[in-house]
């Protein structure tokens, strides 16, 4: 009796279509992967690799495993996509993303177009806009990192970065936003430069030209564009300390609630604009599909997040209990069925979007970048009143609710 893999007779169907895998016996595919959403021409899987999860989408030309062994579990990979070794799950890579060996990448991860990391990368409820470069032995979790212009202008994470996400107290109401949605997404943006052996402590806000010098832990907001920031290192320090202190809080709360608008912005510039590009792909229904549910889930795990803070902070005493109420308030406008209103601004530039692509039809990095300052600036108005409209309803809920001295 000849012994096959389990999930072999899968393997051959894909080699039979075209795609290249150098040892078959050594892949095993799940039995629930629908090979109806897998590309097999230019699919190239090296030998160790294992794909398992119903949601996977492999699209034309992915190369899995070139450096070392992956297991990918329902991920969804964009054309010319490299994952070059580790583990993969939950998370959306789009079109010509490449991830280097021994990375980790967990669920909640949205890799945009271009963007590239070396190896041994941590990543969980991670957004890399088109072009970020990160560094070997980073871990960058519960961030949004935009900025940058092209391959050769990108934003970028040094080396050993350290996103700091969870406090003594055990939050993680932490998320970071590196630039922001509304201007990041034309692609037009000074670069942001985090600089090696260093790190951040959620959650801050750095604006766009931000460059931190290596070695430097970045605490505070940068609100200021193109400021250079270095940090000392603290002196020796030994004091009492106090649990749920929250001596910010007024500061966390708005910028979670910054990280969340930012969301929905990009879930809504997905929603109208991004549709459009995908359905010029093979399987682009499908991506787009995977890469709302994973923009979904970090507005979820994000709320999740902001409420049990909420709830230590008022039991520690350094919040009002009417906090709690306001919050949970505030947190319902970011549920899975609201969808803001495009608004004259929004129609104005979907106009001036589809004219110029009757004219000049092509890819979504393409036209991005080629949008003229006028179309672009109609774009960052609609997303920004989005931004601007959701933190104003949370400034008024949080006004009364948090302790004078812990206002942002």
Not at 143 to 166: I, K, M, P, T
Not at 292 to 309: C, F, P
Not at 351 to 369: M, R
Request: with cysteine.
């Amino acid at each position: 009796m000849e012994l096959q893999p389990r999930g072999y007779k899968k393997v051959v169907q894909l080699i039979d279509k075209g795609a290249v895998i150098p040892n078959p016996s050594s892949l095993h595919i799940g039995d629930e992967v629908d090979l109806s959403r897998v590309v097999a021409k230019g699919l190239t899987i090296y030998p160790g690799c294992r794909i398992y999860g119903e949601k996977t989408v492999l699209s034309e030309g992915v190369v899995i495993g070139a450096e070392g062994p992956v297991t990918l579990e329902d991920c969804a990979l964009g054309p010319g996509v490299e994952l070059k070794g580790g583990y993969f799950r939950g998370s959306v890579f789009l079109e010509k993303a490449r991830i280097g060996s021994g990375a980790q990448v967990r669920e909640g991860c949205l890799v945009e177009e271009d963007a590239s990391c070396a190896h041994a990368v941590g990543f969980k409820q991670t957004v890399l806009f088109p072009f970020a470069t990160v560094g070997s032995l980073v871990n960058f979790c519960d961030c949004l990192l935009a900025g940058g212009s092209s391959r050769e202008d990108h934003s970028e994470v040094g080396s050993g970065y350290v996103h700091f996400n969870y406090t003594p107290d055990g939050d993680k109401a932490t998320a970071s936003l590196f630039g922001d949605v509304p201007r990041g997404v034309m692609l037009n943006q000074p670069a942001i430069f985090l600089g090696g052996q260093g790190g951040a402590v959620g959650p801050v806000r750095l604006n766009f030209g931000t460059v931190v010098a290596a070695g430097s832990i970045v605490r505070e907001d940068v609100t200021e564009e193109r400021q250079l920031v270095f940090t000392r290192m603290a002196k020796d320090v030994q004091r009492g300390h106090s649990p749920f202190a929250y001596k910010n809080l007024g500061r966390v709360l708005r910028n979670n609630v910054s990280y969340l608008a930012n969301l929905m912005a990009l879930e809504e510039w997905y929603r109208v604009v991004r549709q459009e590009f995908f359905s010029q792909q093979e399987l682009g229904e499908a991506m787009l599909a995977a890469a709302l549910e994973v923009l979904s889930g970090a507005k979820e795990e994000r709320v999740k997040r902001l409420q049990v803070m909420v709830k230590n902070a008022v039991a520690a005493g350094a919040a009002q209990k009417i906090l709690v109420e306001h919050v949970a308030e505030i947190c319902a406008s970011y549920g899975g069925d609201i969808v803001p209103q495009l608004g004259p601004e929004g129609e104005k530039f979907l106009d001036s979007l589809q004219a110029l692509l009757q004219e000049n039809p092509g890819g979504y990095v393409e036209t991005v970048s080629s949008l003229p300052p006028s179309v672009a600036t109609q774009g960052v108005m609609w997303l920004q009143k989005v931004v601007d409209e959701l933190c104003r309803m949370a400034d008024v809920l949080l006004e009364d609710a948090c302790p004078t001295e812990a206002k942002a």
